[in-house]
């Protein structure tokens, strides 16, 4: 157990957000028929990993291409989107000698994006989940469009994508333009830490921009990358700070002297929802060798904070493990419309693009998320509440001093923004494309809203894990040794305080030390 946290230097690498020590193994990941799941993404991150198509993938790319090439040229009758203009405009014909043109008007026209960029390492998922939907050989695109946002992805070239923008419905259409504008040569993308054009970009690696052909632009744009990127980001955080929070509230459990009996595995196994039975266990295993726990109590119970960690946890981490399943669906999944199906002589137009699964699980994500920090502050107000044991605000001299007054206030008020951002997304629809695309997920909405929640929370469990520490200090007798020593790590970034000080220091401090923390894979998933 003593290995399974361990502190890791701060290191500057755009998949920091991970809390995951980078090493730069320069070894590749083939695209393939293997499912991806949350261990392969994070390793594939964390590792450095260059992708690469198989043989197979290759193969599946060039026989759909080639089967699209033989049938536009072979039947007369409209295609979606391949000879046809788009949404409301489907029943507009296209002339063969301008379905390249169609394809870039398509990628320039939808690339109409607002508001805040998203973050690099987001948009960097995104590549490597567009990349993944198109290797299966269903979307009609060339090697060589697959082949650039690989070495896009590989080199580090980030296009800068807008966090508005997307109903989320036939597929996230304004991000994904944008993270194809390059593709052109178009739009902007990071590379080395400076913002430049796409223009200069394919000059310093003599590249030429891609020559889209029929369906190409359709296939970029169509897909759910921008939100399954998203809650693949999220979900990564998710498992771990749901660890943490049984972490963190075990050494609020010590240090306000709590029992441990609510924790006993026979209450659980007649109620034994999953997560509930795996807090429990988490919990007991975390105590082991306590001498706090094992102490004589003077109360009988304690408030619900404390005492149902089990039944309030467990409940989100089956939410977690539920919209986990989703997601890795979706990563796996063809998200384009229309479908081409080879060996079947097919080519299917559908509603694969539309993002109400993803909705629905980002919705409850938040929701899920938000109550673990919502129970979180509960357990931060109770240390400074001035009971058992415990000093006033857990300082020295209160009165004079506020102590920890005022970090619960800052929880309150992160914890009270989470409500408000944990009301669903997905219940709101709007009509767009003149009554031809009449309901809409907004998953991009809900994606966007659920990162805010998983950041927010991790400050919570900051303040939480400050506040825990302080109020352990006044115990008379010692915790387990697993818990003493990562309170001993911390200590290192955040000291005991003694009189008032500028605590939004600490609370950086805090939160950074969470981001850096390096849990074992087998704890997390």
């Known amino acids: 157990m003593h290995n399974i946290v361990k502190i890791v230097c701060k290191y500057n690498s755009e998949f920091a957000f991970l809390g995951f020590n980078s090493i730069n193994m320069k070894s590749i990941h083939f695209i393939d028929t293997n499912l991806l799941d949350l261990s392969k993404i994070q390793e594939i991150i964390s590792e450095d990993k260059k992708l690469a198509l198989s043989s197979s993938a290759q193969d599946k790319i060039n026989k759909c291409r080639l089967f699209l090439n033989q049938k536009t040229k072979s039947i007369s009758k409209p295609l979606y989107g391949i000879n046809t ?14 379905l390249q043109k169609l394809q870039e008007n398509l990628v320039k026209s939808h690339a109409c994006g607002t ?8 948009v960097k998922l995104m590549l490597l989940c567009k990349i993944q939907s198109l290797s299966y050989g269903h979307s009609g695109v060339q090697l060589a469009t697959v082949n650039r946002l690989i070495d896009f992805y590989n080199n580090d070239i980030i296009p800068v994508v807008y966090s508005q923008g997307s109903l989320g419905a036939s597929g996230d259409l304004s991000p994904l333009a944008h993270l194809s504008l390059p593709l052109l040569g178009l739009g902007e993308v990071h590379y080395k830490n400076e913002k430049l054009s796409t223009e200069n970009v394919l000059k310093i690696f003599s ?10 632009g359709l296939a970029l744009l169509n897909g759910t990358q921008f939100m399954t990127a998203f809650g693949i980001y999220c979900l990564l955080k998710a498992h771990k700070l749901s660890y943490l929070s049984d972490v963190i509230g075990a050494i609020s459990l010590e240090a306000f002297d709590g029992r441990i009996e609510p924790f006993n595995e026979l209450i659980h196994l007649v109620r034994p929802h999953n997560g509930q039975l795996k807090t429990a266990e988490r919990i007991r295993e975390l105590l082991k060798e306590s001498e706090l726990i094992s102490q004589q109590k003077q109360h009988v119970q304690d408030p619900y904070s404390f005492r149902c960690m089990p039944q309030v946890h467990g409940a989100s981490k089956d939410t977690i493990r539920f919209v986990t399943k989703t997601f890795l669906t979706e990563v796996n999944s063809v998200t384009d419309n229309p479908n081409i199906f080879v060996d079947e002589d097919e080519i299917i137009s559908g509603g694969n693009f539309h993002g109400q699964p993803l909705a629905l699980g980002l919705d409850f994500l938040a929701i899920a998320l938000s109550e673990l920090g919502n129970i979180s502050e509960r357990r931060t107000y109770q240390l400074v509440s001035g009971h058992r044991h415990l000093p006033p605000f857990l300082i020295s001299n209160p009165g004079l001093n506020s102590g920890f007054m005022i970090p619960q206030y800052t929880a309150a008020s992160i914890v009270s923004q ?3 951002y944990a009301t669903p997304a997905s219940v709101d629809s709007i009509e767009s494309s003149n009554g031809q695309e009449d309901h809409v997920s907004m998953g991009a909405n809900a994606a966007t809203k659920c990162k805010k929640v998983v950041d927010n929370l991790q400050t919570i469990l900051a303040i939480e894990l400050f506040t825990a520490s302080q109020a352990l200090h006044f115990a008379k007798a010692k915790t387990s040794p697993f818990l003493a020593s990562l309170i001993s790590a911390f200590r290192n970034d955040v000291t005991f305080v003694e009189e008032d000080r500028v605590m939004h220091y600490d609370i950086v401090k805090a939160s950074e ?7 074992d894979s087998d704890e997390l998933f």
Not at 86 to 98: E, H, P, Q, R, W
Not at 207 to 216: D, G
Not at 513 to 519: D, G, R, S
């Open 115 to 122: 508001g805040e960029e998203v973050p690099k390492e987001i």
């Open 207 to 216: 590249w030429e921009a891609v020559k889209l052909q029929s369906k190409e």
């Open 418 to 420: 989470n409500k408000q």
């Open 85 to 98: 203009g788009f949404g409301a405009l489907y029943n507009v014909k296209i002339s063969d000698n301008n």
């Open 513 to 519: 030390f969470i981001e850096t923390l390096e849990i």
